[in-house]
């Protein structure tokens, strides 16, 4: 464990799209449509003079061809903390839908949004292949802004009231990220290796997990980092902050606690297999699913597995607890439905989907999607699909809810929404 005072580096560039400034991504596409058309046989055949103002005059017509970004919100009174809204995973929970939801505004983002995305009131932020960050209008889903990072993007951002934090993977830069809501500029960022996992954050701390096992507090006033802590194993899921300390899991298949002050290791914990999705924790207990197939609840008080089930498949998507129930989706498509303090009570229904998406519970069922791109309502006690809608390209991240609007991000690039 190493001890630091590092300060990150402030970047003053602005590299954010703000006032008055275009989306450049969708200038690409205008300026290729406008060459196509002067460059068409048809216009070539005219005089010399009038091709060649017409590429004089690219910059200015290919000015008008997109639309101005313009600046966000300047806060959210509601943030995103923490991997699909908060550590239980149940931000969704209250939610009901319309009797039949349909689409609202589906927007592109590109070569693929990358993680989960954070909903705030009024914006959705993602993160993407494409080495960005974009804030979305969730009303509309225009683009506010674009910001380009250094680095491709794994695990979605994180929203505390005016800023987004986000990291990135080596490739070619491993960093964690401060973002202003209203422009998209950078307010710092610090290199800390490849993060794939999700942030965490505690109000006064982010925390960042790497392929090379390291983990890492922060500072999210200026980036300096307080701490890192070699592990074994790359951390892939998100880490969770308890009243006992920091619960990092690894692909050595080992559960690890950490001190969240200085990050020195506490306990560890033998698992049953490698731990790929972000565990939910209800303060009492950590529930968690591996790629062998096995649901896990571990006491925090205790440090012991309290007890562990089949899912009859590997699981890749998070588990969600709601009040005393947990929720798991393996990837045969089997939902699983599991009282968290009687799990003999489990009840379990085959949904004829493959999945490696978590569920989204509401107050009218839970959600799942599926690797060929299908969302379904299920009534957790029937097994009953209330609701189907199709989207093009693998889910490979839970549906979210909020204000009875689903926002569904698909694998090639869309984020789709329906009311």
Not at 210 to 234: F, K, N, Q, Y
Request: with cysteine; charged share 20%.
């Amino acid at each position: 464990m190493q001890q630091t005072g590092a300060v990150a580096h402030n970047d003053e560039r602005d590299l954010a799209a703000g006032p008055g400034r275009r989306d450049p991504a969708a200038d690409g596409h205008c300026l290729s449509r406008v060459l196509r058309q002067l460059l068409d046989p048809m216009t070539i055949r005219h005089r010399r003079g009038i091709l060649v103002a017409g590429l004089f005059s690219v910059n200015a017509i290919a000015a008008g061809c997109t639309p101005i970004m313009r600046p966000g919100p300047e806060r959210q009174e509601s943030g995103w903390p923490a991997y699909l809204g908060n550590q239980r995973h149940d931000a969704s929970a209250r939610e009901t839908l319309n009797p039949d939801p349909r689409p609202l505004w589906h927007a592109s983002m590109g070569r693929g949004v990358r993680g989960s995305p954070a909903l705030g009131e009024a914006v959705v932020a993602v993160g993407t292949a494409d080495r960005t960050i974009v804030l979305v209008d969730r009303a509309s889903g225009d683009v506010w802004w674009r910001t380009r990072l250094d680095g491709t993007v794994r695990a979605g951002p994180l929203l505390d009231e005016d800023r987004l934090y986000i990291a990135t993977e080596a490739q070619p830069q491993g960093r964690v990220y401060a973002i202003r809501l209203r422009d998209g500029k950078q307010l710092w960022h610090r290199g800390v290796g490849s993060v794939t996992a999700p942030l965490a954050f505690d109000g006064d701390a982010i925390y960042a997990g790497t392929e090379d096992g390291t983990m890492a507090r922060l500072d999210p006033e200026a980036g300096s980092v307080i701490w890192r802590t070699p592990l074994s194993g790359a951390v892939r899921a998100g880490p969770l902050v308890s009243p006992h300390g920091l619960v990092v899991a690894t692909t050595s298949d080992t559960l690890y606690l950490l001190d969240r002050d200085k990050g020195t290791v506490h306990a560890r914990l033998a698992l049953p297999g490698a731990v790929l999705a972000t565990p939910a924790t209800d303060g009492r207990r950590v529930y968690l699913a591996t790629v062998s197939g096995r649901i896990v609840a571990v006491d925090l008080a205790s440090w012991t597995v309290s007890w562990d089930r089949s899912a009859g498949d590997a699981v890749y998507g998070a588990p969600a607890i709601v009040a005393d129930t947990l929720y798991v989706l393996a990837r045969d498509g089997r939902l699983w439905v599991i009282p968290a303090a009687t799990p003999d009570g489990a009840i379990s229904h085959t949904l004829d989907i493959v999945a490696t998406a978590g569920p989204t519970p509401l107050a009218s069922g839970v959600l799942v999607g599926s690797v060929s791109g299908e969302v379904l309502l299920v009534d957790p006690r029937s097994g009953e699909i209330r609701w189907r809608a199709q989207v093009t390209g693998p889910i490979e991240e839970p549906p979210l809810v909020r204000d009875r609007q689903v926002v569904v991000v698909a694998g090639r690039g869309n984020i789709h929404t329906y009311r």
